[in-house]
């Protein structure tokens, strides 16, 4: 278990979708996120008081959770002396990154030292099994992207909670650091064996009743160079009853990849739903969710609007307007 409540760590990250991990603790558990600590540069803020070591401590942080999630998932040595202060301030450290805590021998040494403990949630601890195709019992709706971090976990966690609120059953399946983090548990998708990646996701969506519905946590996009697979894996492992598309319409390119443009929707329907088939052949596509963070309260639902005449599907902004219209549709099935 990891000691709340926390101090999240922005580091230098260099925009807001890079500090994806504090603003999903954020948003989603609020009583766990005391404060935030950043360096000169960080272009991240989560509305957090700004606190030190000391500062976080005296308010009662037990954890700094390290909220930045870079590309390759590095610990960047601009932050070593900020880990190594706070396991002697009396903290335990969690990180997400695939450069694991466990692995530094300056750090392992410190927490020894100071009788901390050091959390890496994005290590698998399940000897996964292969997939093998068999229809669970139970449905699964899952959250695809035209991109990477566009509000797919925001999707799921929107809809589980809409769900529980009508006392229906539901349960949100992270896999991710961020989900993990948040919800305690899941699994850590893009640190599994690739061969194993889809069976993962059979072990994390049992049978269940006819009744229960799992929101699976959406990672990567079918159309990312760099992560394509691990969708590809939820796609199949998942054999999801709905998919909901997830689109954030600032972006002037996928994310990280300034040479590939960002696909429509319409084309993100059509090749998830093809592929989602050939494991569930009556899959539906029940609705679209846009993450409008981007957009001023005078546009935002006039884009919404514009998008549910094209596709036909009801498309909303789970976080900030709900998931009401969502889960109506996947009830609907």
Sequence with gaps: MINTPYLLFLGDAP?????KVAQGIRDWRP??????????????DMKLPDMTLTEGR?????????????????ISPLWKSVLLDALAAGYDLASGLHNLLRDDADLVAAATAHGRT????R????????????????KRCLAVGTDCSVGKMYTGLAMDAEMKARGLKSSFRATGQTGILITGEGVPLDAVVADFMAGAVEWLTPDNDPDHWDHIEGQGSLFHISYSGVTMALVHGGQPDALVLCHEPTRP????????????LADLRDLAL????????????????????????????????GVERELGLPTVDPFRQGADRLVDALLAL
């Design 118 to 121: 050091l959390h890496d949630v």
């Design 253 to 264: 390119h996928m994310r990280g990849l300034p040479d590939y443009a960002v696909p429509k």
């Design 58 to 74: 005296a308010a009662g942080a037990q954890t700094l959770v390290i909220g930045v999630a870079n590309r390759g998932g590095r």
């Design 31 to 44: 009583q766990y996120a005391l404060g935030q600590l950043r360096l000169d540069g960080c272009q991240a």
């Design 123 to 138: 290590v698998p601890t399940v000897a996964y099994p292969i997939a093998n195709g068999v229809k669970r019992s139970g």
């Design 15 to 19: 925009d807001p979708l890079a500090a």
């Design 274 to 305: 093809q592929l989602a088939r050939m494991a569930n052949p009556a899959c539906q596509v029940v609705g679209i969710s846009v993450n409008t963070s981007g957009l001023g309260d005078d546009v935002f639902e006039d884009y919404l609007a």
